[in-house]
Every structure is written in structure tokens, then in C-alpha cells.
């Protein structure tokens, strides 16, 4: 496998989505960080569902993909609600991935079934549709058991990713998709479910540290993504 460092710019980007996911973002703000995750040649933009027309509009004809969320960024919505939402995103035909919000409150609790459950009823849906799901755990709020459990629960309801953070978490240490966490998912899961990272990846050293560690794809934030690229030599201000 080629590292990191040896890697070409477009190589690099197609393992980012790029996050453009702020609640207070302009339509303007929306249009610019999207516009800029296609010329980062990223593999998607990661975008709320009320972005969906712009980013099917900036990323047609362009190899960067349309990823949107879904009960983001808490997960409690009950099951029938999430497969409604994740129906209404995936039938419009130009949906990639989805990132969907485990109730971790769940995995804390031990409810595992509950989980699986509640994840498959997302992933059947999107299936449907050819759309990719991703799972987020917000591992921060989570021990490595509790970890592990998740990514059986993933792995059992059939899901394409497990991802460990949606940014947006307050009252955790924030250590998202640090290199222990992830080793950790990388241990339990061997291979049987791709990895995204998420969460505090805010330099170019980390950045290559998770590439070369195996992982397949990274959510960066909109102020993050030409800095891990080596584009921008700044230290990132994102607090994704």
C-alpha cells in the first residue's frame, strides 16, 4: 500500500468527506464549503438533508459524492421515524452514502438487540436504494466493551461503515477518531466492515497516521480539509 506522504493531492482527497454540516451556515457558506470539497477532489461532502438540491447541483458531472445525515446528530428518533427520513433521502436517486446516529444511549445501557435492530431498519432501506450506510457510535461517550459491542451491532445489522464521532458532542473529552480508538475498532472488526474516523482530525500528521494505519475514510471539516491536504500550512481553527 502506498503511504500517505507519497500520495498525490486527489489521492488524498478521496478519503475525506468533507463536512459542511453547521446548523447556522448561510446558504452562501453552504454553497462555498461544498463547491470546495469537489475541487479538494473529495470523496463526498457530508451534508445536512435541507442541503441536498444545492449539493446534487455542485456535485453533478464532478467524482465527489453526495453523503447526507440522517436523526444527526443525536439518534433518538424512534426506528420507524429513521427508516421514513432514510427513505425520503434515498428515493431521490442521488443519494451515495448515509451517516446515520446509533442511539448510544442504548449501547450504554447494554440494549445490543435494541441496536441491531434499530440500525438493520436504516440499512434495509438504504439498501433498497443502492445507498451506503454509515453508523456512527459517538465513541466518546463509550467504553472500549461498550466500542467493540457497537461495532458487532454494525456488523450484524449489515452495515457498509461504523464511525466513531458526529462532531457535535458536548460534556465528553473530544478525542474522536484518536489512533487508540480506532486501533480498537480496527481490532474487532478485521475487515469485515469499512472504518470511517471522525472527530478532532485536524492535521496532516494524524491525518497520514489513520491513512497508513489502514483506515478507509475520514470525515474532515470544511477548515480542516486544506490543511490535512497540505494545502494550507495554518493550524485549524475547526473544533469538528
Known amino acids: 500500500m502506498t503511504k500517505a506522504k507519497d500520495m498525490t493531492v486527489e489521492q488524498l482527497g478521496k478519503y475525506i468527506d468533507q463536512s459542511v454540516l453547521k446548523p447556522e451556515f448561510t446558504e452562501a457558506e453552504i454553497r462555498q464549503y461544498i463547491q470546495e470539497g469537489v475541487d479538494y477532489h473529495c470523496a463526498t461532502v457530508c451534508i445536512n438533508p435541507s442541503s441536498l438540491d444545492i449539493a446534487s447541483e455542485l456535485t453533478k458531472d464532478t467524482e465527489t459524492k453526495i453523503c447526507v445525515v440522517c436523526d444527526f446528530p443525536f439518534g433518538l428518533s424512534t426506528t420507524a421515524s429513521k427508516v421514513l427520513q432514510a427513505e425520503e433521502y434515498c428515493k431521490r436517486g442521488d443519494i451515495y452514502e448515509l451517516d446515520i446516529v446509533a442511539n448510544y444511549g442504548w449501547i450504554r445501557s447494554g440494549k445490543y438487540t435494541?441496536?441491531?435492530?434499530?440500525?438493520?431498519?436504516?440499512?434495509?432501506?438504504?439498501?433498497k436504494y443502492g445507498t451506503a450506510v454509515k453508523v456512527i457510535f459517538e465513541t466518546d461517550t463509550l467504553n472500549e466493551e461498550q466500542i467493540r459491542q457497537a461495532c458487532e451491532c454494525a456488523i450484524e445489522a449489515g452495515a457498509d461503515f461504523v464511525k466513531t464521532s458526529t462532531g457535535f458532542l458536548t460534556g465528553f473529552e473530544g478525542v474522536g477518531a484518536s489512533t487508540e480508538v480506532i486501533g480498537i475498532i480496527m481490532d474487532q472488526c478485521k475487515g469485515r466492515i469499512k472504518i470511517k474516523g471522525s472527530g478532532a482530525i485536524r492535521t496532516?500528521?494524524?491525518?497520514?497516521?489513520?491513512?497508513?494505519?489502514?483506515?478507509d475514510r475520514m470525515g474532515i471539516g470544511y477548515k480542516s480539509t486544506p490543511i490535512v491536504l497540505g494545502l494550507d500550512k495554518t493550524v485549524s481553527t475547526d473544533n469538528y
Open 114 to 127: 435494541d441496536v441491531t435492530t434499530d440500525i438493520k431498519a436504516v440499512v434495509d432501506v438504504c439498501h
Open 204 to 215: 496532516q500528521e494524524h491525518f497520514f497516521e489513520l491513512i497508513d494505519m489502514g483506515i
